[in-house]
């Protein structure tokens, strides 16, 4: 069965940076993409990244372009969120999930139409000044 434990979040300043890490078990082929989401109060659950495990291509949504950074270290099956300059409103529960299927981003794909298979706990970031 799989199982995804997110952990890293916290209380951190406006502008300084946090490492979530995500990690995954379960797993008895390459084929899934590992993506990070979040859910501000009020707010619906957005989509931050993906990172494929079939080829390691990366997607970022255009809110934490530049700013995110998704990777993974495949010997120990987890995968990390680096997230720089934060803002106030990246206040949210951060989660990570899986998507199954033998997924790339080097080239253009619907992300809009990916359909989570497995989600893990949330983790909650706060931005405070």
């Known amino acids: 069965e799989v199982q995804l434990q997110a952990s890293g979040g916290g209380l951190v300043q406006v502008g300084k940076s946090l490492r979530l890490s995500c990690a995954a078990s379960g797993f008895t082929s390459d084929d899934y993409a590992i993506g990070w989401f979040r859910q501000a109060p009020g707010k619906e659950r957005e989509v931050l990244s993906y990172i494929s495990r079939y080829d390691d291509s990366t997607y970022y949504a255009d809110s934490v372009k530049g700013r995110f950074t998704i990777s993974s270290m495949n010997a120990v099956n987890t995968v990390y969120l680096q997230m720089n300059s934060l803002k106030f409103e990246d206040t949210a529960v951060y989660y990570c999930?899986?998507?199954?299927?033998?997924?790339?981003?080097?080239?253009?794909?619907?992300?809009?139409?990916?359909?989570?298979?497995?989600w893990g706990q949330g983790t909650l970031v706060t931005v405070s000044s």
């Open positions: 999930a899986v998507v199954l299927g033998w997924i790339t981003f080097t080239q253009p794909i619907d992300i809009a139409s990916f359909e989570v298979d497995y």
